[in-house]
């Protein structure tokens, strides 16, 4: 099969995580850049990538850098791009999204008629028409402009990554499951130790927790735009991905994965979209405030997403908050705790420094990846044979 080279973008700060997981699916890693990675592969890479990846946003089939300064410079070379191998007669093709950072063009609506015309009148020569009906598969692009230099991809994903599929329900400011999956995996949990989300809301992190410690693949349960295309992606390659998913799952795996939150409708929900996920017997959850975060095993983990009070009538509450959080953490022996915020003086209030603190966008929200680290549980020691 013909070697490609994808693109998978990310949140800003988590570019590590989704390297290693591209790595960890057998492949090559050719460039990382803020908020995205670009790896090597084949078409089945494209069904392997959007099935199995939890930290990627989407996965783009790259299909040429180009150098513009001007309109001109940007149709003539959009031209030069071979668009029949990848788009046919009767494909709807358009370009989604244009974003510019430091170039001289910088309208994405400019960027992106520009680009539709000049893939138009390529076509239009190499089919020999003067019309495209456009009512076949969808191919649509996105292109990043960065210093004059444009990198353009067709989107293999359609509805972004984060969309598993399960989220029935969802509380006011949810957590995308992309970015819980990666803040998860930046943390040395394990599925053989107790993990707590006080401030649960839909239920994202416990959710994501769970499927990882059952291998249940994120996108193994929904469909990708990518799939009608025939002429790109022979339709084995779909079917030998779900399959190797479907065999990976191990739904009885024993974990101890709990969820609280104020708000029992909250709560509710966050039980709906587990059912919905597969794993609601995997996950305990309870209405309960944290103040009232209590438990008696050692080494577990809190990962959890208290308010950020984005509205200024929350504000004057979270010293309070932060206090709690504080006071409760410290009332558990030897755990670790991870938390994202954008709230600056969470550490001022929680009333300990942070082992570690990373910063990571959320969509526009800049925000802090606080981690408070707990010791590590002592090795169990094998017992020693017995001699015969």
């Known amino acids: ?41 084949d078409m089945e890479a494209v069904s392997y990538a959007n099935i199995f990846l939890r930290s990627a946003e989407r996965i783009l089939l790259k299909v040429g850098c ?35 950072i430091k170039s001289k063009l910088f309208s994405p609506s400019d960027i992106q008629s520009i680009m539709k015309k000049a893939m138009v009148e390529r076509l239009k020569k190499v089919y020999g028409v003067s019309w495209f009906e456009e009512d076949g ?89 990518s799939e009608s295309w025939d002429n790109l992606i022979p339709k084995r390659c779909w079917y030998d991905a779900l399959d190797e998913a479907r065999e990976n799952i191990d739904d009885k795996a024993e974990v101890d994965i709990q969820g609280y939150d104020i708000d029992g409708d909250v709560v509710k929900s966050a039980r709906e979209n587990a059912r919905a996920a597969g794993v609601e017997h995997m996950i305990h959850f309870q209405q309960r405030p ?15 997403n208290p308010p950020y009070g984005e509205r200024l009538e929350e504000k004057a509450s979270l010293p ?10 410290r009332n558990l022996d030897a755990w670790s705790m991870y938390l994202i915020t954008s709230y600056e003086d969470a550490e001022k209030y929680i009333g300990r420094k942070a082992d570690k603190n990373r910063k990571i966008y959320n969509g526009m929200i800049k925000t802090y990846f606080y981690q408070f680290m707990g010791p590590r549980p002592p090795k169990i020691k094998r017992s020693e044979e017995k001699s015969c």
């Open 1 to 41: 099969m013909k070697t490609i080279e994808l693109i998978a973008p990310c949140h800003f700060g988590l570019e590590s995580v989704l390297k290693r997981e591209i790595q960890d699916l057998g492949y090559e890693i050719s460039q990382v850049e803020d908020g995205r990675v670009t790896f090597i592969g």
């Open 66 to 100: 180009v150098h513009a300064e001007t309109f001109d410079e940007l149709f003539e070379r959009t031209k030069e791009i071979p668009w029949e191998n990848y788009i046919p007669k009767n494909g709807k093709f358009w370009v989604t999204k244009a974003t510019s």
């Open 137 to 225: 598969p969808e191919y649509p692009l996105r292109v990043f402009f960065m210093k004059d230099e444009a990198v353009i991809g067709i989107d293999t994903t359609g509805m972004s990554l984060h969309k598993r599929g399960y989220r029935l329900l969802q509380s006011k400011a949810p957590l995308s499951e992309t970015l819980a999956a990666a803040l998860i995996m930046l943390t040395p949990w394990k599925g053989d130790r107790i993990l707590v989300d006080p401030f649960c809301g839909s239920g994202t992190f416990p959710i994501e927790a769970a499927m990882m410690a059952a291998n249940i693949a994120p996108g193994m349960n929904r469909s990708f735009i």
């Open 290 to 304: 944290v103040s009232e975060l209590r438990h008696p095993k050692k080494y577990g983990f809190v990962i959890t």
């Open 320 to 329: 309070a908050l932060y206090r709690e959080i504080g006071e409760s953490y």
